[in-house]
């Protein structure tokens, strides 16, 4: 005998988080706006906030007898950006980032080029290791340590004899604007230091821009008569923009805030982050330190213009 009921079953009540949970499943797009908005309220308000308030800082008074800030708003700042010293100042900081990407560029590529194309597993793994295990170590340590290296009598200089290289190292440090001494006291000890520690982040982005290039366009080339050469030339080469450009922007910019390496190897002469330092920790004038906070903001803005135009950030 069947029975037969009539009527509908009680529903169960739905707690508060189920039915939340229901809204944020039909309506994707709540669901994002909810995950977006903290992250956005921190960058707009502590980050961009303190950076525009940095900025507005550039337009203070700085008070040369009393070594006060005034809020009385002026573009002062700004132009003594365009005074010979300050000038030279950009302008040796400019030099030293656009050279360090260059050679950043010139030794990265070959490293990139062999472990994109002829390494395999656990070769590839210790390629990795090898190049990230500087970024491992301190900053300032490895600062330190250069200094030691390239001091007068130090182990750069002991293979520098021993590999009969010392008067092309004497003609180098003869020549005007590069040169000193020795080679922790010159540009181009200083040069050093930075391509020996920015070089990761060039390495990097061209090993990963060379592993998307297709082995089809390489095969395709040898079949037409190409030279290896001409493959390199017209194939790997444009196909490894991107990530050359990607490598830069690391490169450049890192290059462009930096004060400690200046501070530490080299000639003396201000940086734009010396300079920043030297502004706000020893003198006190903030508006000043401001405005030339403001330069590389500038510079990397329209660099970011040019390498975008080269696919950098299809590469990142």
């Known amino acids: 005998m069947v029975q037969t009921f009539t009527g509908s079953a009680p529903t169960q009540r739905q707690s508060p988080l189920r039915r939340f949970s229901g809204l944020l499943y039909r309506r994707p797009n709540l669901y994002l706006s909810l995950l977006l908005i903290p992250p956005l309220l921190w960058f707009g308000a502590i980050y961009l906030g303190s950076l525009l308030g940095l900025l507005w800082q550039g337009l203070y008074t700085f008070d040369d007898f009393s070594m006060t800030v005034t809020p009385d708003l002026t573009l002062a700042n700004v132009g003594a950006l365009f005074n010979p010293a300050n000038f030279d100042v950009i302008r040796r900081t400019l030099t030293m980032a656009v050279a360090v990407s260059i050679a950043s560029a ?87 230091v930075f391509v020996y520690i920015w070089l990761p982040f060039m390495i990097l982005p061209i090993q990963a821009s060379l592993e998307r290039l297709p082995p089809s366009l390489l095969h395709a080339s040898a079949d037409l008569g190409a030279t290896p050469r001409q493959t390199f030339t017209h194939v790997i080469l444009p196909m490894s923009v991107p990530g050359i450009a990607a490598g830069s922007i690391f490169t450049f910019s890192l290059t462009l805030g930096d004060f400690i390496v200046p501070q530490l190897i080299g000639p003396p002469g201000y940086f734009i982050g010396s300079m920043v330092y030297a502004q706000q920790g020893a003198i006190g004038n903030m508006p000043m330190a401001a405005a030339f906070t403001l330069v590389p903001i500038v510079l990397i803005a329209v660099y970011l213009a040019i390498v975008k135009r080269l696919g950098a950030f299809d590469a990142l």
């Open 106 to 192: 010139v030794v990265a590529f070959p490293i990139a080029y062999y472990m994109a194309r002829y390494t395999t597993g656990k070769t590839k793994a210790f390629f990795y290791i090898a190049v990230m295990m500087p970024m491992w170590a301190s900053y300032i340590v490895k600062a330190y340590a250069w200094t030691l290296l390239l001091a007068k009598g130090g182990v750069a200089q002991w293979f520098v004899q021993h590999l009969g290289l010392a008067p092309v190292l004497q003609w180098l440090l003869s020549v005007p604007g590069v040169g000193g001494s020795t080679l922790s006291t010159s540009h181009l000890g200083r040069f050093l």
